[in-house]
């Protein structure tokens, strides 16, 4: 147990340049070609044979001497597309930014990877570790399933983890059964006539359709749901027009849905159907709601989250993990892991403002900066819950 996190702290200068490598050069989506390349020569530099899955997608496997289960461990590598305004040496100028944390996640999984080959022998079966692309856009999971990532070793269970801005440094928290929020992106196309500002009985406005919509959507969630079920429906994006006297033809609005019960973010999903077409129908337009993409609530397996955070215990002390029931309405696409084998995700605190005031700004905040010291613990994690559980799963 101390041994994985002296041998952890004494590659700590190591993480720290995986870290920083990566966090200069943020990459968006399914195409990391910089950070797939980077990563891919790393764990060939510590013994490893590393396979491409799908796009950018990353498998390496480490056998012991003994037989026995495969454990899956997960890191994503994609940024978001955002102009980044840290003080940092280190900060990326391309437009791009590692505001969600996965650089540090895929520098504790390439730690990992390193300490795994200095415990080897200490390996009864097979760890799998997965570097994956687009986790924001939430393709990069489903795409590497059906790709077949859990076969060749069959995996038996998954463990992934994220950093968390505003929880104390070296905190873990685990949540029980459903955790996570479910979420549906979606795109609503208003369609009306184009005219002039001046005659717009000459026209349809989709603008007003459009802010129909919008006002009536809000009863969804405040009259449909009952109030003991949590869900939330967001439209973060209204466009419309080029000029102040023309009424367009066209409105774009995206949203989202979170919820904590997959049948419920079906259903507001198709009340919104009705809704932007009954809208439409009535002002003489057009609307059509398109499903972009989803990700599914994420479970945590109740029995592998007491095991591992059993474990992390004797590594990190009682007071350092946290358990707790109930979910947020963040959304994460390893849940479409958890509902293939027994999953357990993990959030592992990055720093508050008490400790360092650069620390504690929100996810995805252009200013976030996390505490580059849970880099050690990070990786030590990963390293002793895939040895302790493949010991004691056989």
Same mark, same amino acid.
Not at 287 to 311: F, G, M
């Given at each position: %147990?101390?041994?994985?996190?002296?041998?952890?702290?004494?590659?700590?200068?190591?993480?720290?340049?995986?870290?920083?490598?990566?966090?200069?050069?943020?990459?968006?989506?399914?195409?990391?070609?910089?950070?797939?390349?980077?990563?891919?020569?790393?764990?060939?530099?510590?013994?490893?044979?590393?396979?491409?899955?799908?796009?950018?997608?990353?498998?390496?496997?480490?056998?012991?001497?003994?037989?026995?289960?495969?454990?899956?461990?997960?890191?994503? %590598?994609?940024?978001?597309?955002?102009?980044?305004?840290?003080?940092?040496?280190?900060?990326?100028?391309?437009?791009?930014?590692?505001?969600?944390? !996965?650089?540090? !996640?895929?520098? %504790?999984?390439?730690?990992? *990877?390193?300490?795994?080959?200095?415990?080897?022998?200490?390996?009864?079966?097979?760890?799998?570790?997965?570097?994956?692309?687009?986790?924001?856009? @939430?393709?990069? *999971?489903?795409?590497?399933? *059906?790709?077949?990532?859990?076969?060749?070793?069959?995996?038996?269970?998954? %463990?992934?983890?994220?950093? !968390?801005?505003?929880?104390?440094?070296?905190?873990?928290?685990?949540?029980?059964?459903?955790?996570?929020?479910?979420?549906?992106?979606?795109?609503?196309?208003?369609?009306?006539?184009?005219?002039?500002?001046?005659?717009?009985?000459?026209?349809?406005?989709?603008?007003?359709?459009?802010?129909?919509? =919008?006002?009536?959507?809000?009863?969804?969630?405040?009259?449909?749901?009952?109030?003991?079920?949590?869900?939330?429906?967001?439209?973060?994006?209204?466009?419309?027009?080029?000029?102040?006297?023309?009424?367009?033809?066209?409105?774009?609005?995206?949203?989202?849905?979170?919820?904590?019960?997959?049948?419920?973010?079906?259903?507001? @999903?198709?009340?919104?159907?009705?809704?932007?077409?009954?809208?439409?129908?009535?002002?003489?337009?057009?609307?059509?709601?398109?499903?972009?993409?989803?990700?599914?609530?994420?479970?945590?397996?109740?029995?592998?989250?007491?095991?591992?955070?059993?474990?992390?215990?004797?590594?990190?002390?009682?007071?350092?993990?946290?358990?707790?029931?109930?979910?947020?309405?963040?959304?994460?696409? @390893?849940?479409?892991?958890? =509902?293939?084998?027994?999953?357990?995700?993990?959030?592992?605190?990055?720093?508050?403002?008490?400790?360092?005031?650069?620390?504690?700004?929100?996810?995805?905040?252009?200013?976030?900066?996390?505490?580059?010291?849970?880099?050690?613990?990070?990786? *030590?994690? !990963?390293?002793?819950?895939?040895?302790?559980?493949?010991?004691?799963?056989?």
């Amino acid at each position: %147990m101390n041994k994985i996190i002296n041998q952890a702290k004494l590659i700590k200068d190591e993480l720290i340049t995986y870290r920083r490598t990566i966090h200069s050069n943020p990459e968006v989506g399914s195409e990391l070609p910089k950070t797939k390349s980077y990563v891919i020569n790393k764990l060939k530099e510590f013994g490893y044979d590393p396979k491409e899955i799908c796009e950018s997608g990353i498998v390496a496997t480490i056998k012991g001497k003994k037989t026995g289960k495969t454990f899956l461990l997960r890191a994503d %590598m994609d940024a978001l597309p955002m102009e980044e305004a840290t003080e940092c040496d280190f900060k990326s100028n391309n437009g791009f930014m590692h505001s969600c944390g !996965h650089d540090m !996640h895929t520098a %504790m999984l390439l730690g990992a *990877a390193k300490l795994l080959k200095q415990n080897q022998d200490e390996i009864e079966g097979t760890i799998k570790l997965v570097f994956q692309p687009d986790e924001e856009g @939430f393709t990069g *999971a489903k795409k590497m399933l *059906a790709a077949g990532v859990l076969e060749n070793p069959k995996v038996d269970a998954a %463990m992934a983890m994220h950093v !968390h801005s505003g929880t104390p440094s070296n905190v873990v928290l685990c949540g029980l059964g459903t955790s996570i929020a479910g979420c549906i992106r979606f795109r609503i196309v208003v369609r009306g006539t184009a005219c002039h500002g001046a005659m717009p009985e000459l026209g349809v406005d989709p603008i007003n359709i459009a802010s129909h919509i =919008y006002i009536s959507l809000q009863e969804i969630i405040s009259r449909e749901i009952s109030a003991t079920q949590s869900a939330v429906l967001t439209i973060g994006k209204f466009v419309a027009g080029d000029a102040p006297n023309i009424i367009p033809s066209e409105v774009i609005m995206e949203g989202t849905i979170r919820s904590l019960n997959r049948d419920i973010g079906e259903f507001i @999903f198709n009340r919104i159907n009705d809704i932007v077409k009954s809208t439409a129908n009535m002002f003489r337009g057009e609307a059509e709601i398109i499903e972009l993409s989803s990700v599914p609530p994420l479970v945590n397996d109740t029995n592998l989250a007491k095991e591992i955070t059993s474990y992390l215990k004797d590594l990190l002390g009682e007071k350092s993990v946290v358990l707790f029931e109930g979910g947020g309405m963040g959304s994460e696409d @390893f849940a479409s892991y958890s =509902y293939e084998v027994p999953s357990i995700y993990l959030m592992l605190g990055a720093g508050t403002k008490q400790e360092n005031s650069l620390y504690g700004e929100a996810m995805h905040n252009e200013k976030v900066v996390f505490n580059e010291d849970i880099l050690v613990t990070g990786a *030590a994690m !990963h390293t002793y819950s895939a040895i302790m559980w493949l010991k004691n799963n056989k």
